[in-house]
């Protein structure tokens, strides 16, 4: 191995190390991580000034590999090198443009009391490390709110001020009932700590609410990133070589094929009864089971993707009590980590009764409908956790991995999964309706074409889905350009790369594996599908356009 590989694998270790123990909290699934003891979210000024001293020293040695030259070496470096760019330049996204630890009171309630609904998240048993870490986060709690109050007096938006102080109504009771759900499975000590932290927790919390309900209307308009920033991310997080009204007429045309194809399908099985709700959610969790081994057999008999033995199974779980009271901050399931690849992965699911939201509401007809995303990044974050070359093993932005479990929705669909199931087909076909509009609800919201109500109203009208959950999507991606284009936008871009690799064997003469590219995505799922195009077809078209308009620190956003 050439010094420049070894330099960049060394890079590549001590940001990830750092990264793992300074990013943000999330409420997504995808970017989290395991964290160090004892952790909990630093978005205090002084922590973000650190925080900015340290991605100048890692971006400096970063482009010292590039400036020694990397020309000689295999492409197999060079989308390796770009990778970790895309990561540092996620940093500066965060911190300098987004600025949501200074100006989103939802992204702040999840620094708060994040923490602890993640610890929570694993099945049981509590080891030695969790219940200290339980009790840490708890206590941590009070100035964390103090914190987050001093931050958005001085940068908060009204909007997303109103929407967190509507996520915790009746928080300090919400959180006394998680405490005291998960007291009793720890030992006497942490649930005598726990219950000794709760009460003042509970008042800060509640202190919280109240200051964002009387403050509300006195912060900030919505802060719109703008066009320009948007395509910066696009090209230099992303990776993504195609402009935004591109993106959002290919998710139009998306649009009306899957109202077209929904409305075919509910035609012709009009006389087809709708599936009942499963009788509870351990029944659910059982047929979820069975369903998982019906998906698995049909990737290895159509021969689309790879299923070894050694892979860890997705499974659901009832909610248990600890959680319930606190779920809406977070994607409800435990897929594990880096550290944990082996174990199963946990999605907790609610007891099935009408007026479930959305994705419960399909779950708890047909547990392959979550099977098919969920269940995806589930074996994905497993393969690529497992992926030999470190360098691969991290999140670094959304497209690729919401691309590959949205572009296996269709692929189960088309495979005939859901043959015994008209219902099932409808709804993959809606699902693809969702995705198709969040692309333009995410460039409306960017470019301030839509206000936060605007789309969560075009969601309810255009899905159509329930308020609760438009409402808890939309708030999530006004802060956050870039995720709800996600998953079709990265569909696009895997459809792309398979249909092309189809193409340049048939031109070769060559015969074409569709399960040896399946698990080439699948196993390298963290990375953009651009430079994937540059290893697997030798095509570097998509990264020549992004490599016009100059390296990702010229003309920083923010």
Do not use: C
């Not at 009009?270 to 029944?283: C, F, I, N, Y």
């Not at 470019?447 to 999507?473: C, K, N, Q, Y």
Request: hydrophobic share 45%; charged share 25%; net charge negative.
């Amino acid at each position: 191995m050439t010094s420049l590989a070894t330099d960049l694998d060394r890079l590549g270790a001590e940001f990830w190390q750092w990264r793992d123990a300074t990013s943000f909290r999330t409420s997504d699934d995808i970017p989290r991580v395991e964290r160090p003891a004892g952790w909990v979210p630093r978005f205090d000024p002084a922590a973000i000034d650190e925080f900015r001293l340290a991605l100048a020293g890692f971006t400096e040695r970063w482009k010292a590999i590039d400036d020694g030259g990397l020309a000689g070496l295999p492409v197999e470096n060079h989308v390796d090198h770009r990778l970790l760019g895309a990561a540092l330049a996620r940093v500066h996204w965060e911190v300098e443009v987004l600025r949501n630890w200074e100006r989103d009171a939802v992204f702040l309630t999840s620094q708060v009391l994040g923490p602890w609904f993640d610890l929570l998240l694993p099945p049981p048993p509590f080891d030695a490390r969790r219940r200290r870490d339980l009790v840490r986060v708890l206590e941590a709690i009070p100035g964390a709110v103090e914190q987050a109050i001093a931050n958005l007096e001085r940068a908060g938006v009204a909007t997303l001020a109103r929407v967190a102080a509507a996520d915790l109504a009746d928080i300090g009771a919400r959180l006394e009932r998680s405490v005291a759900a998960v007291a009793p499975l720890t030992d006497a000590a942490t649930a005598a700590a726990l219950r000794g932290a709760q009460p003042a927790a509970s008042e800060a919390l509640e202190r919280y609410r109240v200051w964002l309900e009387a403050s509300a209307d006195r912060l900030g308009p919505d802060v719109i990133v703008g066009r320009d920033a948007f395509t910066w991310y696009l090209r230099h997080v992303a990776l993504v070589a195609r402009d935004p009204d591109e993106l959002v007429r290919a998710a139009m045309h998306d649009y009306r094929r899957s109202i077209v194809a929904e409305a075919v399908t509910r035609t012709r099985y009009r006389d087809v009864p709708e599936p009942p709700l499963a009788a509870s959610a351990e029944a659910e969790s059982v047929a979820e089971a069975a369903a998982e081994a019906e998906v698995r057999a049909l990737y290895e008999s159509a021969d689309l993707l790879s299923q070894p033995d050694s892979l860890r199974h997705y499974r659901f779980a009832p909610t248990p009590a600890y959680l319930e009271p606190i779920a809406f901050l977070g994607v409800n399931d435990d897929l594990t980590s880096i550290g944990r690849v082996a174990e199963d992965a946990t999605s907790y699911v609610p007891d099935p009764a009408p007026g479930l939201p959305y994705f419960d509401a399909a779950n708890a007809r047909d547990p392959r409908l979550g099977i098919i995303h969920e269940g995806t990044h589930s074996q994905q974050l497993a393969l690529s956790w497992a992926h030999p070359n470190p360098l691969r093993r991290h999140f670094i932005d959304s497209i690729a991995n919401e691309g590959i479990a949205h572009y296996n929705e269709e692929l189960m669909l088309t495979a005939g999964l859901f043959a015994d199931s008209p219902h099932s087909q409808t709804i993959v076909h809606n699902f693809m309706r969702l995705r198709a509009l969040r692309v333009v609800v995410d460039v409306n919201l960017a470019t301030g074409a839509f206000s936060l109500p605007e789309a969560v109203d075009f969601f309810v009208r255009m899905v159509p889905i329930d308020v609760e959950t438009a409402t808890e999507e939309t708030s999530y991606y006004v802060a956050t350009p870039g995720l709800a284009m996600s998953y079709l936008v990265g569909k696009h871009e895997v459809m792309r790369l398979v249909a092309d690799a189809a193409a340049a064997a048939a031109l070769d003469g060559a015969e074409f594996s569709l399960r040896d590219v399946h698990d080439f995505v699948w196993r390298n799922g963290n990375v953009p599908m651009s430079l994937l195009r540059w290893q697997l077809l030798g095509d570097r078209s998509d990264i020549d356009v992004i490599d016009a308009v100059g390296p990702w620190w010229a003309a920083l956003p923010g």
